[in-house]
């Protein structure tokens, strides 16, 4: 049961017609402002990522805006604690309408771990109405995304036809292996995606590719390790050296047979260490 009741003007001018006829307004951009009723700070992490660069929501009019008077959506995280019961209340009633409200993370969507904890009342739904949910513990920004992008409407805007009906089976991560063993690469990518993310791991693994070509021959353990030892000593960045040592230490020697003296010393070669 709900503790608070909805004023009679903000429930008229929120129908489903009212927000239907905002969902055209709003499709080719919308602000949103977003409310922590009570997080974590796990689904405010993922937002503010969400938001980069990398992902760069704004090419779906997606826009996050500081002030809920000038906002379309209403993005709440966390469950409603009883702090936070009135600031919710505020937000929605200054937010114009007609609005849409979206609940975000598995506290947002039910009160997830808290739901019964004497702090918390309850899910966001419970206190105000909600038109969509985008649920995770926290969801990946690909999934805030997304969510807020079907939810709209957005991306169906955004689609184009495409055919894959020449397509055969999935391409290989590379045409030819420098060992003439794919998995090799295969394993070098995802330990440097571990070492350095998704973006710099693939600079990485990129740059140690290349050191190990210019030894000349790929499965030659000690003339590899001279190419990917000067090709760290050149690095500007240590952070690239020394994982360029890591991949060819951990990756490189379980391909190649190699003794110990072909592994590369780490801290003598960044750092100069004796």
Same mark, same amino acid.
């Given at each position: 049961?709900?503790?608070?009741? *909805?004023?009679?003007?903000?429930? /008229? @001018? ?5 927000k ?5 307004? +709003?499709?080719?951009? $919308? ?15 993922? +937002? ?39 600031? /919710?209340?505020?937000?929605y ?9 979206? @609940? /975000? ?37 690909a999934? *805030? ?27 290989? !991560?590379v ?8 998995l $090799? ?14 973006? $710099?791991?693939?600079?990485l693994f990129?740059?140690y ?7 000349g021959?790929?499965?030659d353990?000690?003339?590899?390790? +001279? ?11 240590p ?6 040592? +890591? ?16 592994? *590369?010393? !780490? ?8």
């Amino acid at each position: 049961m709900k503790t608070y009741e *909805i004023p009679n003007e903000i429930e /008229l @001018a929120n129908t489903l017609e009212q927000k239907l006829e905002l969902l055209k307004q +709003i499709g080719r951009s $919308f602000s949103v402002f977003r409310i922590d009723c009570g997080s974590c700070n796990g689904c405010e992490i993922e +937002i503010f990522a969400a938001i980069t660069p990398l992902w760069d929501p704004e090419r779906f009019g997606f826009k996050l805006v500081a002030n809920p008077r000038h906002a379309d959506i209403l993005l709440c995280t966390g469950p409603v604690t009883r702090q936070m019961y009135y600031p /919710l209340l505020r937000a929605y009633e200054a937010t114009p309408d007609p609005k849409i409200v979206v @609940a /975000l993370g598995a506290c947002g969507v039910t009160g997830g771990i808290f739901y019964d904890a004497y702090s918390v009342l309850s899910g966001i739904d419970k206190i105000i109405p909600v038109d969509a949910y985008i649920p995770g513990c926290p969801p990946h920004p690909a999934s *805030i995304i997304y969510g807020l992008t079907t939810a709209l409407g957005v991306l169906e805007q955004k689609l184009h036809k495409v055919s894959f009906d020449h397509d055969g089976d999935m391409p290989p !991560l590379v045409e030819d292996s420098v060992l003439g063993n794919t998995l $090799f690469e295969r394993d070098l990518l995802v330990q440097a995606k571990r070492l350095m993310s998704y973006v $710099f791991g693939r600079k990485l693994f990129d740059k140690y590719i290349k050191a190990l070509v210019q030894s000349g021959n790929t499965k030659d353990a000690k003339a590899t390790k +001279i190419s990917v030892t000067e090709a760290m000593q050149v690095e500007d960045d240590p952070r690239y050296a020394e994982c360029m040592g +890591i991949l060819h230490n951990e990756i490189y020697t379980q391909y190649v047979l190699c003794e110990e003296e072909d592994k *590369i010393d !780490l801290h003598r070669v960044i750092w100069g260490a004796k």
